[in-house]
C-alpha cells in the first residue's frame, strides 16, 4: 500500500539503504500512480538476496502497522 512506502523508504533512506546493503539485493520504489492506492517495487538480484528483501520490507510493513 502507497502509505508503507514512507516507512520502507525510512528517513532520509536509511531504512531501503540497510535493506539494500544488508541483502544486496536491489530494491526499486517506482513513482505513485495517483489512479492506484498502491505503489509498486521491484526488487532484483539473485533470488535468496530478492527473498531476503521481501521477507526485510514485510517486517517493515508489520512494524508500521501496529504503530499506526
Known amino acids: 500500500p502507497?502509505?508503507?512506502?514512507?516507512?520502507i523508504i525510512g528517513r532520509q533512506g536509511?531504512?531501503?539503504r540497510r535493506?539494500?546493503?544488508?541483502?544486496?539485493?536491489r530494491v526499486d520504489?517506482?513513482?505513485?500512480?495517483?489512479s492506484r492506492?498502491?505503489?509498486?517495487?521491484t526488487i532484483f538480484g539473485k533470488p535468496e538476496n530478492c527473498s531476503a528483501a521481501c521477507r526485510r520490507i514485510?517486517?517493515?510493513?508489520?512494524?508500521?502497522?501496529?504503530n499506526n
Open 2 to 7: 502507497g502509505e508503507m512506502v514512507g516507512a
Open 14 to 16: 536509511t531504512t531501503i
Open 19 to 25: 535493506i539494500i546493503k544488508e541483502t544486496r539485493a
Open 29 to 34: 520504489v517506482h513513482r505513485k500512480d495517483s
Open 37 to 41: 492506492s498502491e505503489q509498486a517495487l
Open 58 to 66: 514485510l517486517l517493515v510493513m508489520q512494524e508500521e502497522a501496529r
